[in-house]
């Protein structure tokens, strides 16, 4: 048996010595040989697999910035680039023709490290703004590395847990953001919270992400050697808040039933179920032998294997969390073809050793069953709804008479109350979802729109020219809307393909559609861009040439789309303008306070946040609102109390 290991481990050691960055006098001279020309470059792994290909005007430089900077580059690319035995170089004449063969590299091999996972929109992160003098703390469905200090946890599988988590945080410790925890920091030490150094703030923060990152117990030990300090130096009070936040850290993971042997280990245990079409993966985040997180993403199955799936997940999760989240044991419930290059790669970014391990029996492999059942359950309910919504894209495409399924609808509609404080709204459902990070709000700038004179016409067809003039640009510029129509060759870039839409959709009836259409004709995309309307009265539906509506059924599943479409749009237009209409109604009570201009009202609405706050402010504190004086001061308060 021993000698069989033996053999096993002199097969991987030497596996290991054919990787480019393991053997320095290898990869000097194959550095040696790539020419400073412009061209592609193909990093290949033992096997003769493809795993990234990249383009560059100076290939030599490009190709050795992987290795001369490889302890700086990013979790994802320290794995590829450990993985690489063979550099295969392509020439090309200038960089144009290096994008465009890079381009179809890409498509035809589809490497292994150019296919990145996208976020789940479905699931909540918590984001903290390192990046801000004092960081901020908030749930988003949407992780964008605006900035590289910025971090986010999750995604959270239970949203409801997490707000729940995060409003106790904010009981716990003095937070800029939670008013109940400014006063009581001002009760405790006598100090305003917003008057506390970045430096001494960032430090409260680096304690509250302990919690995210599942490191309970080590915050519960750091604020018990605070405790002792406080109440060995005398300050009893100091001690008595921080014996709070201790009592309730260790409420927040004290009602976890989930318990596996050795408590003392943190664990992450993974479990993916799949159907034909989508796998489910759930990670359950152990951590003292307790369940302190759960984690949810959810992919469409790659290539219909499981394994390398679960692999790019796995990949994925860790090249985005920090190195004092990863535990010390991985629990998974088959094989990883990479599992030995894996384990190395998280032991050098934890620094301490890093073990994969799939259980076979006992405790562990319950738990294992345990997360797989947890990922079953999710992918039903994702199952359901993927399901319901494709068939009524389905039955909407049948409709309209179109050859394509409307994945991405923008529905448009206009709010206003005679004209007065006009706005648009532009919603955007994907897939029969709503995506509310793509919705959009235009305020009607249209001279022959105003109070007293309401012209909804003119408002869709200035809201339409604005919304698709990049659009008009693209053609003006040679743009071939062929390659937009087939999504599945284009070579044109995700974030562009995502902004076109495959239905836009009018609240209104023929009127409103017309007037759409006319700004379509305007920026010459009448041809392009499919466009219905659909009336409230009958729930009826229109398209550009017909004098009547087509035929459909109130209760047909497409008809219900567009109708839960129109719904959103009518309710974020007229949440808009109320918001308007709120804050102009504000500023013209304060514009007839002498001496107040539209700088300082902006000033004192950013100061007390209300109209209520200002009229029971007292003079002093009026006064201290920059750059007022205290003359300005004595006529507010004076037109609030009538003196």
């Known amino acids: ?97 290096a994008l465009n063969l890079e381009s179809n590299l890409i498509k035809t091999n589809k490497p292994y490290f150019n296919i990145l996972l996208t976020d789940d929109k479905k699931y909540p992160y918590v984001c903290i703004t390192w990046s801000e003098k004092y960081p901020r703390i908030y749930i988003t469905r949407r992780r964008r590395n605006r900035n590289n200090l910025d971090r986010y946890y999750g995604p959270y599988a239970d949203v409801g847990l997490l707000r729940k988590t995060l409003f106790l945080l904010k009981k716990i410790f003095p937070l800029r953001q939670s ?53 060995n130096e005398m300050q009893y009070e100091s001690a008595a808040k921080v014996r709070d936040q201790i ?51 959810s992919q469409q199955l790659i290539d219909s294997d499981e394994i390398i799936t679960l692999q790019r997940i796995f990949e994925e999760h860790y090249s985005n969390v920090d190195n004092v989240e990863i535990p010390s044991e991985i629990l998974i419930q088959f094989e990883i073809p990479k599992k030995i290059l894996i384990e190395e790669w998280l032991s050098e970014l934890k620094k301490r050793k890093v073990k994969i391990n799939v259980p076979k029996r006992n405790k562990k492999l319950e738990t294992v069953e345990l997360v797989i059942k947890n ?4 992918l039903e309910r994702i199952s359901n709804g993927i399901e319901e919504n494709e068939y009524a894209m389905e039955d909407l495409s049948q409709i309209l008479e179109i050859n394509h399924l409307p994945k991405r609808i923008e529905g448009y509609d206009i709010s206003h109350i005679q004209g007065s404080d006009p706005v648009a709204s532009q919603v955007v459902f994907i897939d029969g979802i709503p995506s509310k990070q793509n919705y959009r709000k235009y305020k009607i700038k249209d001279k022959n729109v105003y109070s007293g004179h309401s012209d909804d016409y003119a408002a869709i067809e200035e809201v339409i020219y604005r919304r698709f003039r990049k659009w008009s640009r693209f053609k003006k510029e040679g743009g071939d809307f062929s390659l937009l129509f087939d999504k599945k060759n284009s ?52 398209l550009p040439g017909l004098k009547k509506p087509l035929e459909s059924e109130i209760n047909q599943k497409g008809v219900m789309l567009l109708r ?40 004192l609405l950013e100061h007390f946040k209300s109209i209520d706050a200002i009229r029971i402010a007292n003079i002093k504190e009026l006064s201290n609102v920059k750059g007022l004086g205290k003359n300005t001061a004595q006529e507010i308060f004076k037109y609030f109390h009538e003196i």
């Open 247 to 297: 009592v309730s850290i260790k409420l927040l993971t004290e009602s976890q039933k989930i318990s596996i042997p050795d408590s003392s280990i943190n664990r992450d245990i993974f479990g993916i179920y799949s159907n034909s079409k989508i796998s489910s993966i759930q990670i359950f985040q152990m951590r003292s032998g307790k369940l302190v997180g759960r984690i949810a993403y």
């Open 179 to 231: 008013k109940l925890s400014k006063s009581f920091y001002r009760e405790i030490t006598g100090i305003d919270l917003d008057e506390i150094s970045s430096e001494n703030y960032k430090k409260i923060i680096k304690q509250v992400s302990m919690i995210f990152q599942g490191r309970n117990e080590d915050l519960v030990k750091i604020l018990e050697k605070k405790m002792n300090y406080f109440s």
């Open 375 to 378: 990922a079953k359950l999710e």
């Open 1 to 97: 048996m021993n000698e069989l290991v033996k053999k096993t481990q002199n097969k991987i050691n030497l596996q290991f010595e054919n990787h480019l960055i393991k053997n320095n006098k290898l990869l000097k001279n194959r550095l040696l040989e790539i020419p400073k020309t412009s061209g592609c470059y193909l990093f290949k792994d033992e096997n003769g697999e493809i795993l990234y290909i990249g383009k560059s005007k100076t290939l030599r430089n490009r190709v050795n910035s992987y290795f001369s900077n490889f302890r700086e580059l990013s979790p994802r690319l320290s794995l590829m680039v450990r993985q690489i035995t063979e550099i295969e170089i392509i020439l090309t004449d200038n960089e144009f023709e």
């Open 564 to 603: 839960r479409v129109r719904d959103e749009a009518h309710r974020f237009a007229l949440s808009f303008h109320r918001n308007k209409r709120s804050k102009n109604m504000k500023r013209s009570q304060l514009s007839e306070i002498p001496g107040v201009g539209s700088t300082r009202i902006r000033d």
């Open 491 to 542: 070579s044109l870039d995700n974030e562009l393909l995502s902004d076109w839409p495959d239905l836009v959709m009018i609240d209104g009836g023929k009127g409103q559609l017309n007037a759409a259409l006319k700004a379509l004709i305007d920026l010459n995309l009448d041809q392009e861009i499919t466009i219905c309307s659909l009336a409230k009265k009958n729930e009826e539906i229109y």
